[in-house]
């Protein structure tokens, strides 16, 4: 996928799955049928004028889509923000990589392109650490290192 003048006026290529560029192709069809033929350099989500969709239509629809689904506020706590999507992505992502037992040092780059990112400094705030995260560190440090940690017995300090 090319994303085009973004933050900054960054633009770069992102790879996607086969599942979700077929995915985008239906949406492509979807979007042809109803505002015709279009160019590769128009807007790929366009509003029914055919021109970008506003980042504050963007919000308002994905508030309405968290209501419809019966997503409440907890604890006084904020429903999901749009924004939240991308910390989500980033630690599932991660998650992923640590179950599949990935390279990190190869794959955290390819995270921020993901993100937009020039680095991984500015990636590094949507990173938290999740009870899943938590288990698969441990899973694989110990895998690693685990013959250097040994149970104590009282008796033998």
Known sequence: MHI???KFGKSRLVPMAPDLTERMRACKDSIQKRLGSRSHDEPFFAGPT???VSGSALVASF???VGQAGIAQA???NRPRLHDLRGTFAVHRLLLWYERNADLMAKLPLLSTYLGHVGLGSSQHYLQLTK???GEITRRHQACFGYLIQEWNEEER
């Open 4 to 6: 085009r003048q973004t």
């Open 132 to 134: 899943d995260m938590v």
């Open 63 to 65: 508030r309405e889509v």
């Open 75 to 77: 604890g006084g706590v």
């Open 50 to 52: 055919g021109k970008p």
